[in-house]
């Protein structure tokens, strides 16, 4: 069964912190891994796009990684603003579905 | 937690025709529901804003008469792609909103047009 966790489920930071999402799934056969964004009420955000073939990507203060032999993929955010509160979302793409994690719901406080 | 049921998984048609693609929320009243769509190694866009009742919201660049939206319940909101033409073939998913502000996913559509 295809499954993708996200740890932690909730992150509580003062402004100005670094910090790190986790992200693992159990099947490893993955087209590429997704970052989204999504705040209360609102549809997604895409952040980052990582192909199988990629070990990671940047925009911005964000880096995700991907380590397809260990299943697991990591998003980091630089220096973190109250603006980036919202809940984090990995979605794994195999072939003909997206499976998404649960989230991550952020809280940066100033 | 809640289930958002999305059908058909799959679809093959012909150049020309419409598809319809259905999103139900099955164990809650969806008010919102978005839909999106992902080209081949691009990543999950967001087409449109659905309220259950209204007119949807449509993205810059999607056109809406060309992807027709119809929420009219609260447990079902219908995609349909008219005139569907090969560069319409994509991986389309929608999710949905209940009373809360956590969103479910259905499994997605793979439409290919031929």
């Known amino acids: 069964k295809q499954e993708v966790t996200q740890i932690p489920a909730a992150l509580s930071v003062p402004e100005g912190e670094n910090l790190v999402l986790n992200c693992s799934f159990t099947?490893?056969?993955?087209?590429?891994l997704q970052w989204f964004r999504q705040d209360p009420g609102k549809g997604l955000t895409s952040l980052l796009l990582?192909?199988?073939?990629?070990r990671e990507q940047t925009s911005g203060r964000l880096n995700a990684s991907l380590d397809k032999s260990s299943g697991r993929s990591t998003l980091y955010i630089a220096a973190s603003q109250p603006g980036d509160s919202a809940t984090y979302l990995c979605a794994v793409e195999y072939g003909n579905k997206l499976v998404f994690g649960a989230g991550t719901i952020l809280r940066v406080k100033s | 937690g809640a289930v958002v049921s999305q059908h058909p998984s799959r679809v093959i048609c012909k150049s020309g025709t419409s598809v319809k693609i259905e999103c139900r929320s099955l164990d809650f009243q969806a008010t919102t529901m978005f839909w999106y769509r992902q080209f081949p190694k691009q990543s999950l866009m967001l087409m449109a804003t659905?309220?259950?009742?209204?007119?949807?919201?449509?993205e810059q660049g999607v056109e809406k008469d060309k992807f027709l939206i119809n929420h009219a319940s609260l447990t079902l909101s219908t995609l349909t792609v008219t005139s569907a033409h090969p560069e319409d073939s994509s991986f389309y998913i929608c999710?949905?909103?209940?009373?809360?502000?956590?969103?479910?996913f259905g499994q997605g559509t793979r439409l290919t047009v031929v």
């Open positions: 099947d490893s056969a993955i087209y590429n």
């Open positions: 990582i192909q199988s073939s990629q």
């Open positions: 999710s949905a909103l209940g009373g809360g502000t956590e969103a479910f």
């Open positions: 659905s309220n259950e009742g209204s007119k949807a919201t449509y």
